[in-house]
């Protein structure tokens, strides 16, 4: 038996010796690499919320008859900000069967609640068959301030 050599592990004999670490360049890299995403995250993240916000809220609907409903809903945005919302009214299976965009302009601080931010509007949509329910599908801001 050698006695100069060290004991070799249980561990070692079963799994190998253990392998080097990462050169210092390539921890390097991972740690600039990571450094570099968080920068860009963080930037669409402060991008996405200093685009102005719209939100909508359904309140009711009627079904006048085969060709006709009304549609009830608030929108909260910023006072001198126009928007648009799309309304729709579906049958029982789920489609649609009426379908309009509705332009909400500028308001005055007056006007609605919350210092005029949230305002009532009903959008009246012609169907092309007897509806069952009806909606905001979605609103978005088209301009703020006078710019587009």
Not at 34 to 50: C, N, P, R
Not at 63 to 76: K, L, M, P, S
Not at 121 to 131: F, L, M, P, W
Request: aromatic share 6%.
């Amino acid at each position: 038996m050698n006695t100069n050599q060290p004991p070799v592990s249980r561990v070692a004999n079963r799994y190998g010796t253990p392998k080097p670490g990462l050169p210092g360049r390539t921890k390097k890299r991972i740690i600039w690499g990571a450094l570099a995403v968080a920068v860009v995250t963080i930037g669409v993240f402060t991008v996405q919320t200093s685009v102005p916000e719209v939100t909508s809220k359904d309140v009711g609907f009627n079904i006048q008859d085969a060709g006709n409903a009304n549609v009830d809903f608030d929108v909260t945005k910023a006072p001198d900000a126009t928007v648009q919302c799309a309304v729709q009214v579906l049958n029982e299976t789920y489609a649609v069967v009426g379908w309009e965009i509705v332009e909400i302009g500028p308001n005055s601080a007056d006007e609605g609640t919350d210092g005029g931010r949230t305002t009532a509007h009903r959008a009246q949509i012609r169907t092309e068959s007897v509806g069952v329910s009806g909606g905001v599908n979605a609103c978005w801001v088209i301009e703020e301030n006078g710019s587009a």
